[in-house]
Nanobody, 123 residues
Framework: QVQLVESGGGLVQAGGSLRLSCAASGRTFNTYAMGWFRQTPGKEREFVSAITRSGGGTYYADSVEGRFTISRDNAKNTVYLQMNSLKPEDTAVYFC????????????????WGQGTQVTVSS
């Protein structure tokens, strides 16, 4: 069992930045690939970014490439999502998730999910 708790969401103006954090407890953190997804009302949850167990590999959706950076600190059992140059279309509930594998990009590969944190970008 893995518990994931996101934090760092909030309201920011377009062009601003936020850093999301996801703290994990339970099994050894470095055995899990980690990912970030987001969801807006009436839409399916979409992939944002993922990182390998070791942190050596990172992956991004085209819509956030170059603006968002995923990282992890295995000593702190935490994964981060640094979000820069935010746009109103980035407004969503952001979820972190874990997958007991080297890397995962598809939603169905992830086993555990956090409760989500709201990010709102005003124009």
């Amino acid at each position: 069992q893995v518990q994931l708790v996101e934090s760092g969401g909030g309201l920011v103006q377009a062009g601003g930045s936020l850093r999301l954090s996801c703290a994990a407890s339970g099994r050894t953190f470095n055995t899990y690939a980690m990912g970030w997804f987001r969801q807006t009302p009436g839409k399916e949850r979409e992939f944002v970014s993922a990182i390998t167990r070791s942190g050596g590999g990172t992956y991004y959706a085209d819509s956030v490439e170059g603006r968002f950076t995923i990282s992890r600190d295995n000593a702190k059992n935490t994964v981060y999502l640094q979000m820069n140059s935010l746009k109103p279309e980035d407004t969503a509930v952001y979820f972190c998730a874990s997958a007991l594998t080297t890397i995962a990009l598809r939603e169905y590969r992830f086993d555990y999910w956090g409760q989500g944190t709201q990010v709102t970008v005003s124009s």
